[in-house]
Antibody, heavy 125, light 107 residues
Framework: QVTLRESGPALLKPTQTLTLTCTFSGFSFNIRGMCMSWIRQSPGKGLEWLAR???????KYSTPLKTRLSISKDTSKNQVVLTMTNMDPVDTATYYCARTFYSENSGLYWYFDLWGRGTLVTVSS | DIQMTQSPLSLSASVGDRVTIICRASQDISNSLAWLQRKAGRAPESLIFHASSLQSGVPSRFSGSGSGTDFTLTINGLQPEDFAIYYC?????????FGQGTKVEVK
């Protein structure tokens, strides 16, 4: 069964660093075209893409947040990890990991075919 | 960034109804549009990609159309499990962006 599952702290204080883990199963990350993104949704707001890591370790970050984000993978553990520094109450959101699997000329370079259930992170003093 | 605008933001419908949701892009995105469904407590599910191609396993009552800047998601014969929030997403250019969501509620 192909699944994604997010895990991490439910509550953080302002200025702390958030570390989220996406554990995947049912597929290998060591395939050309395999990518994992982090996306969040703040209460009452829309979905916002944050970061992505590709099978070849290429990384991309949201321009407004790039100084605070870091994404990495551990394929031996089937995990992708996102860290976000200097957390603020405005970062309170449900954080999702989402998979992209594209082939050459498919046009699906930024299409998310599989999502995790998400994990709610609250930032409050 | 490309802005995605959905309408309506909410609608009330009954089981068996035909439901239509509109998504408009701020610039031409060809057919690089996806629709996803989100239910509380569950993983969002991708329904449609390339504006009109059904993701594997998605019921045929879901259909998508459009290209360029204007797109439509149609649910023919709404089922009880279809009450959810629907989002469009463009993947034509970086960064990927989403519509605000359309909540489909019970009438």
């Amino acid at each position: 069964q192909v699944t994604l599952r997010e895990s991490g702290p439910a509550l953080l204080k302002p200025t702390q660093t958030l570390t989220l883990t996406c554990t995947f199963s049912g597929f290998s990350f060591n395939i050309r075209g395999m990518c994992m993104s982090w996306i969040r949704q703040s209460p009452g707001k829309g979905l916002e893409w944050l970061a992505r890591i590709d099978w070849d370790d290429d990384k991309k970050y949201s321009t407004p947040l790039k100084t605070r984000l870091s994404i990495s993978k551990d394929t031996s553990k089937n995990q992708v990890v996102l860290t976000m520094t200097n957390m603020d109450p405005v970062d309170t959101a449900t954080y999702y990991c989402a998979r992209t699997f594209y082939s050459e000329n498919s046009g699906l370079y930024w299409y998310f075919d599989l999502w995790g259930r998400g994990t709610l992170v609250t930032v409050s003093s | 960034d490309i802005q995605m605008t959905q309408s309506p933001l909410s609608l009330s419908a009954s089981v068996g109804d035909r439901v239509t949701i509109i998504c408009r892009a701020s610039q031409d995105i060809s057919n690089s549009l996806a629709w996803l469904q989100r239910k509380a407590g569950r993983a969002p599910e991708s329904l449609i990609f390339h504006a009109s191609s059904l993701q594997s396993g998605v019921p045929s009552r879901f259909s998508g159309s459009g290209s360029g800047t204007d797109f439509t998601l149609t649910i023919n014969g709404l089922q009880p499990e279809d009450f959810a929030i629907y989002y469009c997403q463009q993947y034509n250019s970086y960064p990927p962006t989403f519509g605000q969501g359309t909540k489909v509620e019970v009438k």
